[in-house]
Antibody, heavy 120, light 111 residues
Framework: EVQLVESGGGLVQPGGSLTLSCAAS????????IDWVRQAPGKGLEWVGR??????????EYAASVKGRFTLSRDDSKHSLYLQMNSLKTEDTAVYYC???????????WGQGTLVTVSS | QSALTQPASVSGSPGQSITISCTGT?????????VSWYQQYPGKAPKLMIY???NRPSGVPDRFSGSKSGNTATLSISGLQAEDEADYYC???????????FGGGTKLTVL
C-alpha cells in the first residue's frame, strides 16, 4: 500500500523558517518524482514544487509564489523528502500535501497533509 | 499561470447525472490530454478520480467519466449517490517548468 506521511507543520512567525518532511512507503521511492501541493484554509489546491528522481538529477521546479524561498530535497536511502521553507509569509499558511507522481503528468497518491500556520 | 475555471457549486438528486466543467486555455487544457480530476472530502486529502482526460484508476466506479473539447474538460457523474458529495478539482499539465495548474474547485451537493 502506497503511503506518504507528512510531518513538521506548526506555527511560525512571519519571516521564520520551517522544514517539512515526508516519509514514503509501499513503492519504489527512488523511481518517482515527488511534488508538494498546498491548500490554504477554505481555498483550492496550489502546486508548490517538484523534485525529480536520480535519473533526472534530482532537479527541481517551484511555483513562482515560493521560488527563492522554498527548497526541495530528498534522501532515497531513507525514502524521505524534505521541504525547507524560509522567509515565510502569512499567505503561506496552508495544509501542505506530499504527493507521488504516477507519470510526469499526474499525481496518483496524496499524503494526509500537515498544517503550516504563519502568524505573529 | 491563472487557475482553471470551475463552477463554484453544482447539485443533483440521487440517481441523476451531473457534469462539472473545467475551462482553461490553449496553453494548458487545450494543449495536452493531461487533465486529471480529484475528489476531496472535508478535512481529507484529495483522491485521484480521472487521469489523462478519461481514464479511471482501479477502484473508481464507472459512474465517473471524463472528456475534453477544446479548452474545456468535463467530469461527468451518473447515478449520483450520497457519497459523491464532495469537492472536485481539475488539474492540467502546463509545461516542464510551471508543471500544473488546478481549478478553483467545485462543491457537489447531493440533494
Amino acid at each position: 500500500e502506497v503511503q506518504l506521511v507528512e510531518s513538521g507543520g506548526g506555527l511560525v512567525q512571519p519571516g521564520g523558517s520551517l522544514t517539512l518532511s515526508c516519509a514514503a512507503s509501499g513503492f519504489i521511492f527512488s523511481d518517482h518524482y515527488i511534488d508538494w501541493v498546498r491548500q490554504a484554509p477554505g481555498k483550492g489546491l496550489e502546486w508548490v514544487g517538484r523534485i525529480r528522481n536520480k535519473a533526472d538529477s534530482y532537479s527541481t521546479e517551484y511555483a513562482a509564489s515560493v521560488k527563492g524561498r522554498f527548497t526541495l530535497s530528498r534522501d532515497d536511502s531513507k525514502h524521505s523528502l524534505y521541504l525547507q521553507m524560509n522567509s515565510l509569509k502569512t499567505e503561506d499558511t496552508a495544509v501542505y500535501y506530499c504527493t507521488r507522481d504516477s507519470t510526469i503528468y499526474y499525481i496518483d497518491y496524496w499524503g494526509q497533509g500537515t498544517l503550516v500556520t504563519v502568524s505573529s | 499561470q491563472s487557475a482553471l475555471t470551475q463552477p463554484a457549486s453544482v447539485s443533483g438528486s440521487p440517481g441523476q447525472s451531473i457534469t462539472i466543467s473545467c475551462t482553461g486555455t490553449s496553453s494548458d487544457v487545450g494543449a495536452y490530454n493531461h487533465v486529471s480530476w480529484y475528489q476531496q472530502y472535508p478535512g481529507k486529502a484529495p483522491k485521484l478520480m480521472i487521469y489523462e482526460v478519461n481514464n479511471r484508476p482501479s477502484g473508481v466506479p464507472d459512474r465517473f467519466s471524463g472528456s475534453k473539447s477544446g479548452n474545456t474538460a468535463t467530469l461527468s457523474i451518473s447515478g449520483l449517490q450520497a457519497e459523491d458529495e464532495a469537492d472536485y478539482y481539475c488539474n492540467s499539465y502546463v509545461n516542464s517548468n510551471t508543471l500544473w495548474v488546478f481549478g478553483g474547485g467545485t462543491k457537489l451537493t447531493v440533494l
